[in-house]
């Protein structure tokens, strides 16, 4: 069974600094993909990156980048620039085939301070 | 990405009344949607898998007999929160994944259904 470990229940970072929030997981699959979802106040979750294990280069989308290392079985999540509009809880979540059930963490409340 | 539309987005309902809670894929084809559960402050517990055409997969500790889904289309499910109490208030979530795209893997959120059962 796959485990997805968040160790950070709440973080807060300054307007306009970085902020890292961690992700570990458990799988004996070789072949998977990592997501990091955002739900902000809304609740509404929004899907903010992906990761393709078999791909070694870490996926970026716009402030928002991943350092993924596979031997060690991390998936950690950097926001650049935080915006107030990035307050919100994060998780990351595992899947090792599509169609299949996405194994969630415990999630990370982030909340980005003025 | 694709969307995924939840009608209601919140309702109350007296106890041992019925709910049903519709999912839908609002421009792609789902044959798979799943129904997640999440409490106050906590992370998204997944309740069953939704196969189009077929009877839905629930995970241990689920009642199919409370919860009934019904995925009789390629863009429609449907959760029905059977003689409900209190206890099943809760925050409901439904997500599909585009199989016409690339990205098959990756699962498009519902906004939520917030159930209140007085």
């Known amino acids: 069974a796959q485990t997805v470990t968040q160790s950070q229940p709440e973080m807060s970072v300054q307007e306009a600094e970085t902020v890292t929030l961690s992700c570990t997981y458990d799988t004996s699959e070789n072949n998977y993909y990592l997501f990091w979802y955002k739900q902000p106040p809304s609740r509404q979750m929004i899907l903010v990156i992906r990761q393709e294990a078999y791909k070694q280069q870490n996926a970026t989308e716009n402030r928002f980048s991943v350092n993924f290392q596979k031997a060690a079985k991390s998936f950690s999540l950097k926001i650049s620039d935080s915006q107030l509009g990035d307050t919100a809880m994060y998780f990351c979540?595992?899947?090792?085939?599509?169609?299949?059930?996405?194994?969630f963490g415990g999630g990370t409340r982030l909340m980005v301070k003025p | 990405g694709a969307v995924v539309s939840q009608h209601p987005s919140r309702v109350i309902c007296k106890s041992g009344t019925s709910v049903k809670i519709e999912c839908r894929s609002l421009d792609f084809q789902a044959t798979t949607m799943f129904w997640y559960r999440q409490f106050p402050k906590q992370s998204l517990m997944l309740m069953a898998t939704?196969?189009?055409?077929?009877?839905?997969?629930?995970e241990q500790g689920v009642e199919k007999d409370k919860f009934l889904i019904n995925h009789a289309s390629l863009t429609l499910s449907t959760l029905t929160v059977t003689s409900a109490h209190p206890e099943d208030s809760s925050f409901y979530i439904c997500?599909?994944?585009?199989?016409?795209?690339?990205?098959?893997?990756?699962?498009?959120f519902g906004p939520g259904t917030r159930l209140t059962v007085l």
């Open positions: 979540a595992f899947i090792y085939n599509a169609g299949n059930m996405l194994t």
């Open positions: 939704s196969n189009e055409g077929s009877k839905a997969t629930y």
């Open positions: 997500s599909a994944s585009d199989l016409g795209t690339e990205n098959t893997d990756t699962q498009y």
